[in-house]
C-alpha cells in the first residue's frame, strides 16, 4: 500500500520486470574502474558514519599511499602524499565528523607520517624522523579528535607512540626492553587512554601495554613459543583488553582476553598454519569477531565466539585473504578488507547483519581492480538518506531468477511491510519507496532495513540487505 499508488504493487512490479526483461541484456553487474593494488599493499580499513568503507593502502605501481572511498556505487581514488616511496604499513581511523586520519611509513627516508582530511583537503605531517621509524604502524582517534599512533622504531628496537596534543606531535619509547614494537596494534577505551598490543622479538612474546593516566604499565601476556606477530586489539565497554594473534610455534590462531587481573588464552583454529594477518572486533554482545589467514591453504578464514567458537573459510579461490581489517558496522554486520596475493586486488567483503544469528554468508565483494562478484545481489538506493521517496534498485545473481522476496524491516529485523513476494522474470528489478508501512503511515525518521530474497534456478537462495535511512 505504500507503493505505487496507482496500481497494485504486484502488477506494477511484474510490468516493471517485463520492461526491464525486454530493453535490458543480462550484464555482469556493477563494473568497477580497475585499482590495481600491486604487490604488499599493507592496506587497512575504516567505516563511515553510513557504513561506507574507506580503505587506505600503499600503490606499488606508483610506490605513493593511497585512499579509496566508496561512493555510492563506485570507488573514489586519491593520492593524499605526492611523495614517493610513502604509504607502507599504513593505518586508517575516522573521527565522529567522518575525517580521516592516516599513519604511514615513508620507506625512502625512514620517517614516520601522518595525513588527515577533512574531507576537502589532505595535510601531510613528517611525525618521527629520529632514525628509521614508523613501519608497523597502528592509529586511533579519541573522542576529542586527537589521533594517537603505535609504531616501531627500528634504529632502537623500541615500541613507541605518538599523539597530538593542540597543535604539537609528542612522540615517546614505551617499551625499549630488547628488541620490541613489532606488529603494534592500538586502541582508545572509553576515558581516550591508548592501549597497545605488540610482538616482543627479543623473546617471542606477545606484550601489551596502557596509559594509566601518568605512566605506562607493560606486561607480557603470552610466552610460551614464539607468540605475539601479527596483533590486533580491541578494548570493550568496561575497557577490558582482547587481543588476537599468531602462535608461530605451533601455527595456531590464538585469542587473550583480560579477566580481572589475569590473562585467559584460547585458540579458536588450530587446523594447519593459521591465524596469520588477524584483525579482532568485539560487538554488541562483548564477544570477539575474528579475520586471519590460512597460510597452509591461502585461504580467509573467520572466527566467532559465542558460548563458543564458530570458524569458516570465508574464501578459498587463489592465495586470498593477507592483510585483514575486520570492521563491525550496522546490526553488527561484518565488513573484511583484505588482499588476494592471486589477483593482486584488495577485496572488500560485507556481511548482513540480519544473518549474524545464523552462519556466515558472503553478501557482497568489491574489488579494487575488479567487480561486485555477479553471484551475489546488489543493491542500491537513491537519494540515501531520504526526506521524500527513494528510488530502489537491484541486480540478482547471473543465473536465471524464479522467486524473489521482497521487505522493509525495523532495525530489530521485524517486517514493517512486504513488497513483493512471487515469480520474477528478470535478474533487474526497479522500484520506488515512499517511506510508509504497510497500513499507509509515514514512519518517523530513523533507519530501516531493505531485505531482499531470491532463488534462481540453480537451487540457490541469494539475500542481501540495504540500510535506507529516512529523514523528517
Not at 520492461?19 to 587497512?44: R, V, W
Not at 588477524?278 to 572466527?303: C, E, H, M, Q, V
Not at 566467532?304 to 570492521?327: H, P, Y
Not at 554468508?361 to 531520504?386: C, E, F, K, W, Y
Amino acid at each position: 500500500m505504500s507503493f505505487w499508488k496507482a496500481t497494485p504493487r504486484s502488477l506494477a512490479l511484474l510490468l516493471a520486470l517485463a520492461a526491464f526483461a525486454a530493453c535490458l541484456a543480462p550484464t555482469e553487474s556493477f563494473a568497477k574502474k580497475a585499482l590495481p593494488a600491486g604487490n604488499q599493499p599493507d592496506p587497512d580499513a575504516a567505516l563511515a558514519g553510513n557504513d561506507d568503507p574507506i580503505i587506505s593502502y600503499f600503490d606499488s605501481n606508483i610506490s605513493k599511499l593511497r585512499c579509496a572511498i566508496w561512493n555510492e556505487d563506485d570507488w573514489a581514488l586519491s593520492t593524499p602524499d605526492s611523495s614517493n616511496s610513502v604509504g607502507r604499513w599504513s593505518s586508517i581511523a575516522l573521527d565522529d565528523r567522518d575525517s580521516i586520519y592516516i599513519s604511514y611509513y615513508d620507506s625512502a627516508n625512514g620517517d614516520l607520517k601522518f595525513v588527515y582530511s577533512d574531507g576537502a583537503t589532505w595535510w601531510v605531517s613528517t611525525i618521527d624522523q629520529a632514525g628509521d621509524v614508523g613501519a608497523y604502524t597502528s592509529i586511533a582517534v579519541s573522542s576529542g579528535r586527537s589521533p594517537f599512533i603505535s609504531y616501531y622504531d627500528a634504529t632502537s628496537g623500541d615500541l613507541k607512540v605518538a599523539d597530538l596534543s593542540g597543535f604539537s606531535w609528542s612522540a615517546q619509547a614505551v617499551d625499549a626492553a630488547g628488541d620490541v614494537g613489532r606488529w603494534t596494534s592500538i586502541a582508545l577505551d572509553e576515558s581516550d587512554r591508548p592501549h597497545v598490543s605488540y610482538y616482543d622479538a627479543t623473546n617471542g612474546n606477545l606484550k601489551y601495554a596502557r596509559w594509566t593516566g601518568a605512566s605506562w604499565a607493560v606486561e607480557t601476556v603470552a610466552s610460551q613459543g614464539d607468540l605475539g606477530k601479527y596483533t590486533s586489539l580491541a578494548i570493550d565497554g568496561s575497557g577490558n583488553p582482547h587481543i588476537s594473534f599468531y602462535n608461530a610455534t605451533d601455527g595456531d590462531l590464538v585469542y587473550a582476553s583480560k579477566q580481572g587481573i589475569s590473562w585467559v588464552l584460547e585458540t579458536p583454529d588450530t587446523a594447519g598454519d593459521v591465524g596469520l594477518w588477524t584483525s579482532i572486533a568485539i560487538d554488541s554482545d562483548g564477544k570477539p569477531r575474528i579475520s586471519y589467514f590460512d597460510a597452509a591453504n591461502g585461504d580467509l578464514k573467520y572466527a566467532r565466539k559465542t558460548s563458543s567458537w564458530f570458524v569458516q573459510t570465508i574464501e578459498s579461490e587463489g592465495n586470498t585473504g593477507l592483510f585483514t581489517s575486520l570492521l563491525l558496522g550496522s546490526l553488527d554486520g561484518i565488513n573484511i578488507c583484505y588482499f588476494d596475493s592471486s589477483a593482486s586486488e584488495i577485496q572488500l567483503y560485507e556481511e548482513s547483519g540480519m544473518s549474524l544469528r545464523g552462519s556466515f554468508m558472503r553478501v557482497d565483494g568489491v574489488a579494487l581492480s575488479g567487480h561486485r562478484q555477479s553471484q551475489t545481489i546488489s543493491l542500491m538506493a537513491t537519494p540515501n538518506p531520504v526526506a521524500g521517496e527513494v528510488s530502489l534498485s537491484m541486480v540478482l545473481p547471473d543465473h536465471t531468477p524464479l522467486k524473489a522476496r521482497i521487505a522493509i524491516l525495523d532495525i530489530m529485523g521485524r517486517e514493517i511491510d512486504r513488497i513483493y513476494d512471487g515469480q520474477i522474470y528478470s535478474n533487474r528489478l526497479s522500484f520506488t519507496w515512499d517511506g510508509k508501512a504497510a497500513d499507509g503511515i509515514r514512519l518517523p525518521p530513523g533507519s530501516y532495513i531493505l531485505n531482499v530474497e531470491a532463488w534462481d534456478n540453480q537451487g540457490s537462495r541469494h539475500r542481501r540487505n540495504l540500510k535506507l535511512v529516512l529523514l523528517k
